[in-house]
């Protein structure tokens, strides 16, 4: 069982940036697969990036590719998003999901993965 908390959403202008975090609980964070997905108002749930156990591998949705990174510290059980360039079609409250299964097979499919996040709302403004 893996329990997940993130943190660092907020209110930021467009053009600036914010630092998500996705804090891990419970067995080792290592052996999951991780992802952020989002979701605005009205909309569905979708895919923003995942990144591989080891950290070595990832993949970002076309509309945050160059602006977003995703990364990870292991040891600290942790996952981050660091997005820069921010622009207000980006608010949506940002959610973190583990699976323990490898991360490139079906990585965009929210529902392939075991674990998720309570979620942290990000907003920007023009």
């Known amino acids: 069982q893996v329990q997940l908390v993130e943190s660092g959403g907020g209110l930021v202008q467009a053009g600036g940036s914010l630092r998500l975090s996705c804090a891990a609980s419970g067995r080792a964070f290592g052996s999951y697969a991780t992802a952020w997905f989002r979701q605005a108002p009205g909309k569905e749930r979708e895919f923003v990036a995942v990144i591989s156990r080891g950290g070595g591998s990832t993949l970002y949705a076309d509309s945050v590719k160059g602006r977003f990174t995703i990364s990870r510290d292991n040891a600290k059980n942790t996952v981050y998003l660091q997005m820069n360039s921010l622009k207000p079609e980006d608010t949506a409250v940002y959610y973190c999901?583990?699976?323990?299964?490898?991360?490139?097979?079906?990585?965009?499919?929210?529902?392939?993965?075991?674990?998720w996040g309570q979620g942290t709302q990000v907003t920007v403004s023009s």
């Open positions: 999901a583990a699976r323990s299964a490898g991360y490139y097979t079906d990585y965009y499919d929210s529902g392939v993965y075991d674990y």
